[in-house]
C-alpha cells in the first residue's frame, strides 16, 4: 500500500535515504543542513534508551536518530506549534507512531519538562546566532531557528541538566567560537564535557561546526577526537562523510 500524505503548497517531502524515512520541510525557510547529520552520527545510543531531542525543528535528528540506532522511544520538543505539526505528520508517513513523537513546550517551562520525565540522551541543535548578532524579526520563523531569541545556549543546558538521568548524555552540535561557553556552562550545570569533534570544510580551512558531548555528573576527563573534513581538495565529498550519509561511492 503506498504511502500519502497531506502537504500544504509550501511543503515537500523529502528522502532521506535511511531505511525508507522521509521528513516533510518547508520549501523555502527552515530546512535541515549537515549539522543535523553530523550530530546523529556523533550521538552514542542503544535501544533501550529513551532520547529526547530539544530545538527539534521539523524533526530531523529524532529521524535519523530512530533509523540509525532504533532506540525505545525519541521525543522532540519544539517551541513553534507549526513545526510540530509538521514533524507529526512526518510521524504518519513514516509509520512510527509510539516510537518518534513530538510535543510543543517551551524548554524554559521547568513543570513541563519535569512532566516529561528523565532520558538517557538528551540532543540539541541549538540557534547558533546571538541575539544581538544584527537586526530581526523576532516573530520570523526562520529566525526563531537561527537566532537566540526564544532560549539561549544557558536555557539549553540548564534544561538539559533537567532533563537527564543521572549519568545521561547530552550531544550538541555548535560553532567553535562558542565552545568556551559551552564548556562553562555545562559545568555549571554539572555536566561534564566529556568528547569534542570539530568539523573541517577541508583540511586547510578552519573548523566551522563543533560536535560536543557531555555527561551529567560525569567526571573529569576529555577526549579530543581527530577533525573530521567535509571536502577533498577538489571539491568531492571525503570518504568519511559519505560513510556518514550511507552513501556508496566506487
Not at 530545538?55 to 517551541?79: A, D, H, N
Not at 512526518?90 to 520525565?117: A, I, M, P, Q, W
Amino acid at each position: 500500500m503506498s504511502k500519502t500524505v497531506n502537504l500544504l503548497e509550501d511543503e515537500s517531502i523529502d528522502d532521506l535515504q535511511l531505511k525508507g524515512l522521509h521528513l516533510i520541510q518547508k520549501t523555502k525557510g527552515f530546512r535541515f543542513g549537515v549539522d543535523a547529520v553530523l550530530l546523529s552520527d556523533f550521538a552514542n545510543i542503544k535501544k533501550k534508551y529513551r532520547v529526547i531531542d530539544i530545538c527539534s525543528g521539523t524533526g530531523i535528528i529524532p529521524f535519523l536518530i530512530y533509523g540509525k540506532y532504533e532506540p525505545k522511544e525519541v521525543l522532540g520538543l519544539e517551541i513553534q506549534d507549526d513545526m510540530v505539526e509538521m514533524a507529526n505528520r512526518s510521524v504518519e508517513y513514516n509509520e512510527l507512531k509510539g516510537k518518534v513523537s513530538f510535543c510543543t513546550g517551551d524548554l524554559k517551562d521547568h513543570k513541563l519538562l519535569d512532566k516529561l520525565g528523565k532520558f538517557d540522551v538528551l540532543t540539541v541543535n541549538p540557534p547558533y546566532k546571538l541575539n544581538n548578532a544584527g537586526i530581526v524579526n523576532e516573530s520570523d520563523k526562520l529566525a526563531i531557528a537561527r537566532h537566540e531569541i526564544k532560549c539561549n545556549l544557558e536555557d539549553v543546558i540548564k534544561a538539559s541538566r533537567r532533563l537527564l538521568k543521572d549519568n545521561g548524555r547530552m550531544f550538541i552540535v555548535h560553532r567553535p567560537e562558542r565552545l568556551i561557553d559551552i564548556f562553562e556552562l555545562m559545568r555549571k550545570y554539572k555536566i561534564e564535557p566529556k568528547r569534542v569533534k570539530m568539523i573541517q570544510p577541508k583540511a586547510n580551512k578552519a573548523p566551522n561546526i563543533v560536535l560536543v558531548e557531555g555527561q551529567r555528573d560525569g567526571g573529569a576527563y576529555l577526549k579530543w577526537e581527530a577533525p573530521l573534513f567535509v571536502y577533498n581538495n577538489d571539491g568531492s565529498y571525503t570518504k568519511e562523510l559519505n560513510e556518514i550519509y550511507g552513501r556508496e561511492v566506487e
